[in-house]
């Protein structure tokens, strides 16, 4: 079947006035990835058809969904303080930026005068802050205790269960059988090469297919005696920590190294007898027999630990602390309860404790005292008075709510607004999959022992082997 071959146009990009070889009047501009839409008589098509558009028809607008958590908690009165408090600190200025004492006095002062807060919005802030900790609190301890449980679930890890019981894990699991016959032979050799020294009646020459063996030797020198033990517990989806496998590998390289340089040495010497001598025999066989139990000593399997949640107090809110007289010009206390220190509108005052006769009708107080120091003092004095929300206190605006609070990476020393939620549980360890430490200290000092009772008998034997061959020859010559 014949087909028309399409006609080629050369047009050229309206915005890049770049020279491009389409096919039609629409096409996309290589250059500047802008569309171009001609006409038949080459004129520029400002409107586009709504098929070029068709991702963004995709999409439908959604009604946005007001939460509770996205309503003012504060009245008229404090959002119109804390409106004007953030307008008066944007615009103060001081000549020296380091001295920060100047700043914290006008904040002080402004705060003062106009109360971020009041006694009834303190209640429901108490109470917005106290479900974002719980949220926060729930979150947290929630991804520690799903991921202990996944670690720990045998459920869950069906995949590594079949890989382990599957062809490729028993063709794995036989190379590791072989490659541990290959290593204790290699040992048992060696071994008997340092212990030949007392035998040696006549000359002993080496083959040079000996040197064959040591590169041979490197495939089943680093063998490890976890292997088996670890696939198993990870198998049933359980986590560990494998200590002490990279000590067990430069120990295995350093004994290959040093069998390696005596072979390569021996081989070339018409007679063992004459350069390989008992005392050379006795410093190799401590020195193998040493960095083996020392390395083995080091491997250590710790099984993950299964973490429980339980809870150590309930914190209970007062209703005397909720119900506190507090004036509606007056700063509160916010000092006594932490949780106010998120949304970053807490004073530091002093609390005021009443005398134990009363105070005197006489005397001015200090609040009278400390508002006449400021009208004197105060040269941005200004000709307003904050006005006071005597309607309901849960009718409040909803021009604004509180942001969610965003958590940053903590400096050194500085909290991170999570310990006074998280004070109030803790974390246990289950005793079903806890790594004893016990158990790790006798099995070192196991292999001490069996190190010194190794070693003390051989350095015996080295020290007396000419009575030893004597009483050996005695009783072969018997």
Excluded at 83 to 93: K, Q
Excluded at 271 to 288: R, V
Excluded at 394 to 420: I, R, Y
């Amino acid at each position: 079947m014949i087909t028309r071959k399409p006609k080629i146009k050369v047009k050229q990009c309206h915005y890049c006035l770049e020279y491009l070889e389409v096919l039609n009047n629409n096409f996309k501009c290589t250059n500047c990835d802008q569309f171009n839409n001609y006409d038949d008589k080459g004129q520029l098509i400002d409107n586009y058809a709504p098929l070029v558009n068709k991702e963004a028809l995709k999409y439908k607008a959604k009604p946005l969904t007001i939460t509770q958590d996205t309503i003012n908690p504060f009245c008229n009165s404090c959002s119109t303080n804390q409106t004007l408090i953030y307008s008066l600190l944007s615009n103060y200025d001081n000549d020296n930026d380091d001295d920060l004492t100047g700043y914290n006095n006008y904040k002080n002062s402004i705060e003062s005068r106009y109360p971020p807060i009041c006694s009834n919005c303190q209640i429901i802030v108490n109470q917005t802050i106290n479900k974002r900790n719980y949220k926060a609190k729930t979150k947290a301890l929630g991804q520690w205790l799903e991921k202990s449980a996944s670690l720990n679930d045998g459920s869950s890890n069906t995949i590594r269960n079949t890989t382990f019981n599957g062809p490729l894990g028993r063709y794995s699991k036989l190379a590791w059988f072989i490659k541990s016959i290959l290593w204790l032979t290699n040992n048992i050799l060696y071994l008997s090469l340092h212990f030949s020294t007392f035998y040696y009646s006549k000359r002993y020459s080496f083959n040079n297919y000996t040197l064959i063996a040591i590169p041979l030797s490197i495939l089943y020198s680093f063998w490890d005696p976890t292997w088996l033990k670890v696939h198993k517990i990870r198998s049933k989806g359980q986590s560990l920590v494998l200590t002490g496998k990279r000590f067990w590998i430069q120990s295995q390289f350093i004994i290959w190294l040093e069998r390696s340089l005596l072979l390569g040495s021996l081989a070339f010497q018409s007679s063992l007898e004459k350069y390989y001598t008992s005392n050379l025999a006795l410093s190799l066989l401590l020195l193998e027999i040493t960095i083996q139990l020392i390395a083995y000593s080091h491997l250590n399997i710790l099984l993950s630990k299964q973490i429980n949640l339980t809870k150590s107090k309930q914190p209970t809110i007062s209703k005397n602390d909720e119900t506190q007289a507090k004036s509606y010009t007056n700063t509160p206390d916010f000092t006594a309860d932490n949780l106010s220190s998120a949304l970053s509108l807490s004073v530091d005052s002093k609390v005021k404790k009443l005398p134990i006769f009363g105070e005197t009708s006489l005397q001015p107080s200090e609040e009278a005292q400390r508002r006449t120091a400021n009208a004197i003092n105060d040269t941005d004095e200004m000709e307003w008075t904050p006005e006071q929300n005597l309607s309901n206190p849960k009718s409040h605006s909803t021009w604004a709510g509180l942001k969610p609070q965003l958590f940053f990476a903590p400096q050194d020393n500085q909290k991170t607004g999570l310990e006074e939620p998280l004070s109030s549980v803790s974390l246990s360890i289950s005793d079903s999959n806890v790594y004893k430490r016990e158990s790790n200290q006798d099995n070192k000092k196991m292999v001490i022992c069996l190190t010194i009772l190794i070693v003390l008998p051989l350095v015996a034997l080295f020290k007396y082997q000419e009575s030893v061959i004597e009483v050996m020859r005695f009783m072969k010559n018997r």
